[in-house]
């Protein structure tokens, strides 16, 4: 689905999904999809457990094909680059396109180290270098006051925020041109959730941002545009604000309005 | 409506009845039950502190710092037991150098390189686990049969115009025999380790681009470096006890010096206690030498299991911070 903004298409999205369908064994869990991610914006995904949302969001950095039996058929592109296809390095579609976990996952490392981690396996060995990444990405994710002083100590003192806040800043010092999030912020309490949605906001200025959410109201506040998922089908695609205002479907209404879910 | 509710309150009378029967059996099977496993854990640990009383006591008295650093003298009636713990110690090493590397990296094929449905994951799997059941003295003719005879020999013809150097029981064999009986003990425990590492973990690092390789080495193998270690650590006890495989293979019946190369027999604390309790001249001063040899044995194994027990709680403490 595109979307069309005042007659106009819209300027040319970051990705372009098209037909993308992905199966557990012979379970089809979700597509075909298509549909249109614009660059430097929000785009949430919405919908009920289940529907393929996360799988939907997996698939767009190859996370999917880790989990045996995954097969994954379409074709999605970043920049017009095909990121399916024979030849076609996984590792290098995930230095561009990055990932933050729902469960907030860093290393058993130091606080540093975590962050710099990207940037080691990368082949950056200067550590000046390293130092001043790794502190540009703290700050983009408004962790460096909060944990300046204490670099070098584990990253598992860390609250659960704060882990959160540490893994997203690990996935943009490598400077991805996409950072996928699935549900970042759903083992969170109401603080540190504000806290991350507030770092979307701002990482959307220069990020392009897909952002997985069980929570509506998280979606209206931080994304541009939303896609609703049902039962492994990408329902309707939109503007947030259309979508949750004047949805075409009476499936997304009966959503976003509480009737099921 | 009368007749039909005294039927109801009849009823559910009754069937609590039945269930504080049930209840009541219950209870008997559970007291008897926690009876039966109590006596019978009673038992293995009075055979236990049997054995135990009977290696202090009659061990003890012949422990000093003199037996644990001097040669066995007079026909073995007299003196220490230097050459076969510093014999232990060399043998096992070697038997580490030789048998980790390979089945930690056996380990890290079949967990996270190796398809799991394919033939030949299953039949490396069904091999380790048949390595596992083959009885010890299997292993030392098999490693008379091989290393000795023919990889020894095989090196004495090429490189010591037959002259008998390798191709003799040897240090060397005796570890590398040792090494392939505690394969699947590594193997085990560190696939074992490496299945407990979350994949949150695995995710993280491959959703930051890098490689596979990566991947293992820089956050799987680290986090399981405990586990790892637990294995290395119970390998290395097995081997310290084990008699039947170095039999043949390079431990000798007496040597007053220390091994000097890799070709050299050496002596081993299992190995003596084998050859006083069955070859003495003279039993009656051979028997105390035996129990202390038995219970320097018996520590050194200890010793190594604590310290697997200790590595794999720390393992688990750490673990746990991570969920």
Redesign the interface.
Same mark, same amino acid.
């Given at each position: 689905m595109t979307i069309a903004t005042n007659g106009k298409p819209d300027p040319t999205p970051k990705l372009v999904v098209r037909g993308l369908t992905v199966f557990y064994g012979e379970k089809k869990a979700v597509g075909p999809v298509g549909l249109d991610i614009v660059g430097q914006h929000v785009t949430a995904l919405i919908g009920p457990s289940g529907c393929g949302k996360s799988t939907f969001l997996r698939s767009l @950095?190859r $996370?999917n094909e880790?989990i #045996?039996g995954c097969r994954v058929e379409g074709e999605v592109r970043l920049d017009g680059d095909p990121i399916y296809g024979p030849g076609i390095d996984p590792?290098?579609i995930?230095?561009r396109i !990055? $990932?933050v976990?729902q469960?907030s @996952? #860093?290393?058993?490392k130091s606080i540093k180290e975590n962050v710099a981690? !990207?940037l080691r396996? !990368?082949g950056i060995k200067d550590d000046r270098e390293i130092s001043s990444r790794v502190e540009r990405a703290l700050t983009q994710s408004a962790l460096w006051e909060e944990v300046k002083d204490r670099l070098d100590e584990s990253a $598992?003192g860390l609250s659960g925020g704060q882990q959160q806040r540490l893994?997203i800043a690990?996935?943009l010092a490598?400077e991805p041109e996409v950072l996928l999030m699935d549900e970042p912020a759903s083992a969170l309490d109401p603080i540190a959730t504000a806290h991350i949605e507030e770092l979307i906001n701002e990482l959307s200025a220069e990020y392009t941002v897909v952002i997985v959410t069980h929570n509506m109201q998280q979606a209206a506040r931080v994304a541009d545009y939303t896609a609703f998922f049902y039962l492994g089908e990408l329902v309707e695609f939109d503007r947030t604000d259309v979508l949750f205002t004047k949805p075409n479907d009476s499936r997304t209404e009966d959503y976003i309005t509480g009737r099921f879910g | 409506m009368t007749a039909s509710a005294t039927t109801d309150v009849e009823d559910r009378h009754k069937l609590a009845q039945q269930l504080a029967q049930r209840t009541r059996s219950n209870l008997l099977a559970d007291r008897t039950l926690a009876i039966a496993s109590g006596v019978t854990l009673l038992m293995v640990l009075l055979i236990l502190t049997v054995i135990l009383a009977d290696v202090v006591r009659n061990g003890a008295p012949r422990l000093s710092w003199a037996f644990l650093t001097e040669a066995p003298r007079d026909g073995m009636t007299a003196g220490g037991i230097f050459p076969a713990i510093i014999g232990m110690v060399e043998m096992v090493l070697l038997m580490t150098l030789a048998g980790v590397p390979v089945g930690v990296a056996t380990a890290i094929y079949l967990h996270e390189y190796a398809s799991p449905v394919s033939k030949l994951t299953r039949s490396i799997r069904i091999a380790v686990a048949n390595l596992a059941g083959v009885p010890s003295i299997v292993f030392g003719l098999f490693g008379l049969g091989f290393f000795v005879q023919f990889i020894g020999s095989g090196i004495d013809k090429t490189f010591f115009h037959g002259e008998k150097i390798y191709g003799q029981p040897a240090l060397i064999w005796a570890a590398l025999t040792m090494a392939i009986l505690t394969l699947p003990v590594v193997i085990v425990a560190t696939e074992e380790a490496l299945r407990a590492v979350p994949r949150e973990l695995r995710e993280a690092s491959l959703a930051l681009g890098a490689t596979k390789f990566q991947t293992v080495f820089n956050v799987v193998v680290p986090q399981a470096s405990s586990g790892i270690l637990t294995g290395t650590i119970l390998a290395v006890s097995r081997g310290a006890g084990e008699v039947a495989p170095i039999l043949f293979t390079g431990a000798a019946y007496f040597l007053p010096l220390l091994p000097k190369s890799l070709s050299s027999q050496f002596m081993t604390p299992s190995y003596h206690v084998y050859v006083l309790s069955t070859q003495s001249p003279d039993v009656d001063a051979t028997k105390p030498i035996l129990y202390a040899t038995v219970l320097v044995l018996l520590i050194l194994t200890f010793t190594l299991n604590v310290a697997a027990v200790i590595v794999r709680a720390r393992m688990r403490r750490r673990a746990g911070k991570i969920a």
């Open positions: @950095n $996370m880790l #045996p590792v290098a995930r230095r !990055g $990932m976990f469960r @996952n #860093p290393f058993p981690y !990207g396996i !990368g $598992m893994c690990r996935a490598v | -």
